[in-house]
């Protein structure tokens, strides 16, 4: 035990847990990950992303917390001029961003505002938004998200809704392509 530890002990009461026995820590190294890459048909939504989570074992489908995990973490790297997404809400999700580098502007439902490296924003469920890069240098964020059952998305511009379970179908009155009225 160390004397930092023996100290605190005296003051905080550490809980036992004795031997972790066959437990062994789940780690990546995100340097080392694949980078996943998307683009809308015509070009105007663009990014990548290295899914963290999912790397790290989530099962995105399963309704299991211990294999769906209690959220989801990216990190998400846009080009400059391209924004990532269609500007979007959730019905049940948090959304939680870090800006690592680069610089851009976010849209919300009060308008526009620029972020920058070392910038930390949150929406919180049915508040829109969008990330742009406005600028000449990739702009990199953490994104985390608390990934809720049953969550649903709206697209304003649009005026459409995807439900993702059982199957991912974006509606207005008829299933409808991700990209219907966006470009």
């Not at 049940?92 to 924003?121: C, L």
């Amino acid at each position: 035990m160390s004397l930092l530890r023996s100290e605190l002990g005296r003051r905080w009461p550490w809980p036992s847990f004795g031997t972790l026995g066959d437990f062994a820590m789940h780690k990546v190294n995100t340097i080392k990950m694949a980078e996943i890459t998307w683009s809308s048909p015509k070009g105007k939504f663009v990014g990548a992303g290295k899914e963290i989570s999912e790397e790290l074992g989530r099962k995105p489908q399963s309704t299991d917390l211990n294999e769906r995990h209690p959220f989801d973490v990216e990190i998400c790297r846009v080009p400059p001029g391209k924004t990532p997404y269609p500007y979007h809400s959730h019905s049940a999700q948090w959304e939680f961003y870090h800006v690592i580098s680069g610089s851009g502007v976010v849209r919300h439902k009060d308008g526009t505002t620029p972020v920058e490296a070392g910038d930390a924003f949150i929406f919180k469920p049915g508040e829109p938004h969008q990330i742009t890069n406005d600028a000449t240098q990739d702009l990199v964020l953490y994104v985390v998200a608390d990934n809720p059952i049953g969550e649903s998305y709206h697209y304003p511009d649009s005026n459409k809704w995807c439900v993702p379970i059982p199957q991912r179908k974006l509606v207005r009155s008829d299933a409808l392509d991700y990209y219907d009225g966006e470009e």
